[in-house]
């Protein structure tokens, strides 16, 4: 609002320090950057003005040095495919997960242990099973983070070398009952009488299964994920063949 | 014309003299000393319980090798970028390096060394976040920038040794004067923590399933098992309360942004955001995160009535202008 024609002009501001000055760029150019990684990392980065705040130069390493190169869309709870529980678990290889003694380790397992530690190994094997989809293409980015967990893991566990599977649970949320019910999905099957109705219930995902050889030229695991049910091949033996040492 | 330049001309200085008024304004430094003793401690909490897995992650034949940290997170020719002090430290100098480090987010903690404490138990901390990048979350995400704002104030010179050693010097008895770098330090802070909550406000509201529109969220986020430090599942048969909890998080988060920068709103803010976190920690079991989400919100407390009912020889600090009004 401009002032009236009378009313006498409001004293000019001192100047401010230089100091001052300094401080406003700096500090509108972190806003600036805090802003630009809010913005690339929210919704898992699929904004189409992320991608090119990606391109400024220097926002994303100066928040990324910060450890301020966040999203921040944190909901604490969900029930997509990402919100549930995801669990290592270190298997001897050609045993049925549920037999006894098949599994040789767990991450975050059942004994007690702080919380935040059990946070911690969730977050990883969250990561496992992240990096499984996002390298899916990609074999040796695939199973770069499985046989790191497993190198360490079977060393840790002082296995021998051989054949060993790791696998990433990722075990659904479960759900509250009633928050559901209007939710549920109904399919028609042909049954004696006629068509009759039947829940659906979405399976859970598969585990996501990576077999572990040890290369003993190298020195270390070589690891392959397992193909889906699909595109899996057989391997036949013709009958009398010698038996396979490994 | 001259109507509108005067307009103008107006604006940019009543733009100038608020801008000024916000950031510059000198503050004492208790509010910035309490933030400063509750990430301290939630610092010291996060390094020493990296300590039965320290190996495990930091080592070059750990979990998380360099090879694939680095490919994943360093790439190549990147200037500025997420970087780690322990990415060049050998293996034998870990524990050293871990000790070192909770020894000197202790000393932060308790107000020795100043700033110097502030930037390097943010940046050791802050190694250790980097280094480890596929176990961090929520929790670690929050404290890096508090520990980051913590650099810019003055927060050693209210409840710490120093302050309580300066008020029993009598040489010394001069509390250090308001600063604007508190002001700007509390600033960043609470634009930082608002920034947080409309965040995750849109993240719920924005959930798949819609599983805080239909109240299932907090359900969810309790439904770890092994996690929860208090057991809700007998809420199952009460569908209505864990709705009615759920959208009073929700609605926190969303109206918290705008309610804090109102100084009679404030209080109850304050009040229902502790409510929030609070449950939300005992609930889920992630404590450290609420803890952390609570200390920085306490960049909106005034420093006068804090240090009216927590009077105590370690806020060596005289009265100034408190901050947001």
Request: aromatic content about 10%.
């Given at each position: 609002m401009p002032p009236a024609k009378n009313s006498p002009a409001p004293p000019p501001a001192p100047p401010a320090p230089r100091w001052q000055s300094i401080a406003t760029v700096l500090i509108i150019l972190h806003l600036f950057c805090l802003a630009v990684a809010i913005v690339v990392n929210a919704g898992g980065g699929k904004s189409l003005v992320g991608r090119q705040l990606r391109l400024v130069p220097f926002a994303r390493g100066y928040t990324q040095l910060l450890m301020m190169d966040f999203g921040y869309?944190?909901?604490l709870g969900g029930a997509g495919p990402d919100d549930g529980i995801h669990r290592l678990r270190l298997l001897k290889s050609g045993v049925d997960a549920d037999a006894d003694g098949a599994v040789l380790g767990e991450l975050p397992g059942e004994s007690p242990m702080l919380r935040i530690r059990r946070q911690?190994?969730?977050?990883?094997?969250?990561?496992?099973?992240?990096?499984?989809?996002?390298?899916?293409?990609?074999?040796?980015?695939?199973?770069?983070?499985?046989?790191?967990?497993?190198?360490?893991?079977?060393?840790?566990?002082?296995?021998?070398?051989?054949?060993?599977?790791?696998?990433?649970?990722?075990?659904p949320p479960r759900r509250l009952p009633k928050a559901i019910e209007a939710d549920i999905s109904y399919a028609y099957v042909m049954r004696e009488g006629?068509?009759?109705?039947?829940?659906?219930?979405?399976?859970?995902?598969?585990?996501?299964?990576?077999?572990?050889?040890?290369?003993?030229?190298e020195g270390r695991y070589q690891g392959s994920r397992e193909a889906p049910l699909g595109q899996r091949a057989l391997v036949v033996r013709p009958a009398g063949a010698p038996p396979f040492t490994n | 014309m001259s109507n509108v330049t005067a307009y103008f001309r107006e604006l940019n200085r009543s733009m100038g003299?608020?801008?000024?008024?916000?950031?510059?304004?000198?503050?004492?430094?208790?509010?910035?000393?309490?933030?400063?003793?509750?990430?301290?401690?939630?610092?010291?909490?996060?390094?020493?319980?990296?300590?039965?897995?320290?190996?495990?992650?930091f080592a070059s034949d750990g979990m998380l090798p360099m090879s694939l940290v680095g490919s994943l997170y360093r790439p190549?020719?990147?200037?500025?970028?997420?970087?780690?002090?322990l990415d060049y430290l050998p293996d034998g100098l870990l524990r050293p390096t871990y000790y070192a480090s909770l020894a000197v987010t202790g000393l932060f903690t308790l107000g020795i060394g100043g700033r110097m404490a502030a930037v390097a138990a943010a940046v050791l901390t802050l190694s250790f976040f980097a280094r480890a990048p596929l176990v961090i979350g929520e929790f670690e995400a929050i404290l890096s920038f508090i520990l980051v704002y913590l650099c810019v104030g003055r927060s050693c010179d209210a409840y710490s040794v120093a302050a309580l050693l300066r008020r029993r010097a009598p040489a010394f008895s001069l509390p250090p004067p308001a600063s604007p770098l508190n002001t700007i330090a509390l600033r960043l802070l609470q634009i930082h923590v608002v920034a947080v909550h409309l965040m995750m406000g849109y993240a719920q509201l924005a959930a798949p399933e819609s599983a805080w529109w239909s109240g299932e969220g907090m359900w969810l986020a309790a439904g770890?098992?092994?996690?929860?430090?208090?057991?809700?599942?007998?809420?199952?048969?009460?569908?209505?309360?864990?709705?009615?909890?759920?959208?009073?998080?929700?609605?926190?988060?969303?109206?918290?942004?705008?309610?804090?920068?109102?100084?009679?709103?404030?209080?109850?803010?304050?009040?229902?955001?502790?409510?929030?976190?609070?449950?939300?920690?005992?609930?889920?079991?992630?404590?450290?995160?609420?803890?952390?989400?609570?200390?920085?919100?306490?960049?909106?407390?005034?420093?006068?009535?804090l240090g009216q009912w927590a009077a105590s020889p370690l806020a060596g600090v005289r009265p100034a202008s408190a901050v947001g009004r």
């Amino acid at each position: 609002m401009p002032p009236a024609k009378n009313s006498p002009a409001p004293p000019p501001a001192p100047p401010a320090p230089r100091w001052q000055s300094i401080a406003t760029v700096l500090i509108i150019l972190h806003l600036f950057c805090l802003a630009v990684a809010i913005v690339v990392n929210a919704g898992g980065g699929k904004s189409l003005v992320g991608r090119q705040l990606r391109l400024v130069p220097f926002a994303r390493g100066y928040t990324q040095l910060l450890m301020m190169d966040f999203g921040y869309d944190f909901a604490l709870g969900g029930a997509g495919p990402d919100d549930g529980i995801h669990r290592l678990r270190l298997l001897k290889s050609g045993v049925d997960a549920d037999a006894d003694g098949a599994v040789l380790g767990e991450l975050p397992g059942e004994s007690p242990m702080l919380r935040i530690r059990r946070q911690r190994y969730q977050h990883l094997a969250y990561h496992a099973a992240f990096f499984d989809d996002m390298f899916a293409e990609n074999n040796d980015l695939r199973t770069q983070l499985p046989l790191a967990i497993a190198e360490r893991w079977t060393r840790g566990l002082a296995l021998p070398p051989g054949l060993y599977t790791l696998q990433c649970l990722r075990i659904p949320p479960r759900r509250l009952p009633k928050a559901i019910e209007a939710d549920i999905s109904y399919a028609y099957v042909m049954r004696e009488g006629g068509l009759q109705q039947q829940v659906v219930e979405t399976p859970p995902p598969d585990p996501i299964n990576v077999f572990l050889v040890w290369d003993p030229v190298e020195g270390r695991y070589q690891g392959s994920r397992e193909a889906p049910l699909g595109q899996r091949a057989l391997v036949v033996r013709p009958a009398g063949a010698p038996p396979f040492t490994n | 014309m001259s109507n509108v330049t005067a307009y103008f001309r107006e604006l940019n200085r009543s733009m100038g003299v608020g801008w000024n008024r916000f950031w510059f304004t000198p503050t004492a430094a208790r509010t910035l000393g309490a933030i400063r003793i509750a990430a301290g401690l939630l610092a010291f909490y996060a390094v020493a319980t990296y300590g039965p897995d320290l190996e495990r992650f930091f080592a070059s034949d750990g979990m998380l090798p360099m090879s694939l940290v680095g490919s994943l997170y360093r790439p190549e020719g990147q200037v500025l970028g997420q970087h780690s002090l322990l990415d060049y430290l050998p293996d034998g100098l870990l524990r050293p390096t871990y000790y070192a480090s909770l020894a000197v987010t202790g000393l932060f903690t308790l107000g020795i060394g100043g700033r110097m404490a502030a930037v390097a138990a943010a940046v050791l901390t802050l190694s250790f976040f980097a280094r480890a990048p596929l176990v961090i979350g929520e929790f670690e995400a929050i404290l890096s920038f508090i520990l980051v704002y913590l650099c810019v104030g003055r927060s050693c010179d209210a409840y710490s040794v120093a302050a309580l050693l300066r008020r029993r010097a009598p040489a010394f008895s001069l509390p250090p004067p308001a600063s604007p770098l508190n002001t700007i330090a509390l600033r960043l802070l609470q634009i930082h923590v608002v920034a947080v909550h409309l965040m995750m406000g849109y993240a719920q509201l924005a959930a798949p399933e819609s599983a805080w529109w239909s109240g299932e969220g907090m359900w969810l986020a309790a439904g770890r098992p092994g996690m929860p430090l208090v057991d809700v599942s007998g809420l199952e048969e009460h569908p209505r309360v864990v709705a009615a909890w759920s959208h009073a998080i929700t609605l926190y988060l969303l109206a918290a942004p705008v309610l804090l920068w109102n100084r009679r709103a404030r209080p109850l803010v304050l009040s229902w955001g502790a409510a929030v976190w609070l449950s939300v920690g005992l609930a889920t079991g992630w404590m450290p995160l609420a803890l952390a989400m609570l200390a920085a919100t306490a960049s909106f407390w005034e420093p006068e009535p804090l240090g009216q009912w927590a009077a105590s020889p370690l806020a060596g600090v005289r009265p100034a202008s408190a901050v947001g009004r």
